[in-house]
């Protein structure tokens, strides 16, 4: 995320006894890590979590250099010609 410029706030939690902080099962009662929060979004899936942060990293872009980003990142199967 921080690589990404996406404003974000980064909380840690101990390890192992996180299953026991009530107010993070609260936002996930999965108790898994990653989580991101976002509005009333939860999102527990590292994958996901880093597609979304390149999507707003991208976004934040003029078109061109989107097109550019998505296919240097693989993110699409366009060729650059």
Known sequence: MEELGVDCELV??????RVRDKA????????????VVDGETRMSESATISAIALDQAIWS???KNRV????STGFTKVRRH
């Open 68 to 71: 550019m980003a998505r296919i």
């Open 12 to 17: 840690t939690l101990p390890f192992p006894p």
């Open 24 to 35: 993070f099962l609260e936002q996930n009662p999965l108790g898994t890590v990653p989580l």
């Open 61 to 63: 872009l003029p078109p």
